[in-house]
C-alpha cells in the first residue's frame, strides 16, 4: 500500500497571488485612462501643407484641423496662432474655442487662444506652439 505524502504541496502564496492580482488591475486601469489611440499623431504633417483659407478663421475664435493635429487661431483682426490640438494633460484632442478659450472636453482644461498657455487646469503645461505661414489668402504649415 502506497503512503500519501503528509506534506501539502507548495502554491504560490497568497500575498504573490494578491500582488499578482493588482498588478493586473493597475495595468487594466491605467490603459483605460490613457489618451485615445494617437498611433497616426506620432508623425508630423508635411511642411507647406495648406490646412485653409484665412476666411476660415473667425476673428476672437480660431478652427481645429484633426487631421494635421493643429488649432488656429486668430485672437485679433489679421493675427494667426497655431497650436498642437493634443491636450497636455491626457493627449485628448481639444474640440471648441470659443472667447479667445480652446476647451479639451476631457476634463475641461482651459488654453488661451493668443498663446496656448492654461488658462483653467488640470492640464498644467501650456499648448506646444505649431509653426504656420500666411500666403495671400492660405494658410500653411511651415
Given at each position: 500500500m502506497a503512503s500519501k505524502s503528509l506534506h501539502?504541496?507548495?502554491g504560490p502564496a497568497r500575498r504573490t497571488v494578491m500582488a499578482a492580482a493588482g498588478a493586473a488591475g493597475l495595468s487594466v486601469a491605467l490603459t483605460a485612462c490613457g489618451s485615445e489611440d494617437d498611433s497616426s499623431s506620432d508623425a508630423a504633417?508635411?511642411?507647406g501643407t495648406v490646412l485653409g483659407k484665412i476666411s476660415d478663421i473667425p476673428e476672437g475664435g480660431g478652427k481645429i484641423f484633426a487631421d494635421q493635429s493643429v488649432v488656429v487661431t486668430q485672437p485679433?483682426?489679421?493675427e494667426f496662432k497655431a497650436f498642437s490640438s493634443k491636450c497636455t494633460h491626457q493627449g485628448c484632442a481639444v474640440k471648441d474655442i470659443?472667447?479667445?478659450v480652446i476647451t479639451c472636453p476631457c476634463h475641461n482644461s482651459e488654453f488661451?487662444?493668443?498663446d496656448g498657455s492654461v488658462k483653467q487646469g488640470p492640464a498644467?503645461?501650456?499648448l506646444p506652439v505649431a509653426q504656420i505661414t500666411v500666403e495671400?489668402?492660405?494658410i500653411k504649415l511651415a
Open positions: 501539502p504541496v507548495a504633417p508635411a511642411s485679433t483682426a489679421g470659443a472667447n479667445g488661451s487662444a493668443t498644467t503645461k501650456p495671400g489668402d492660405e
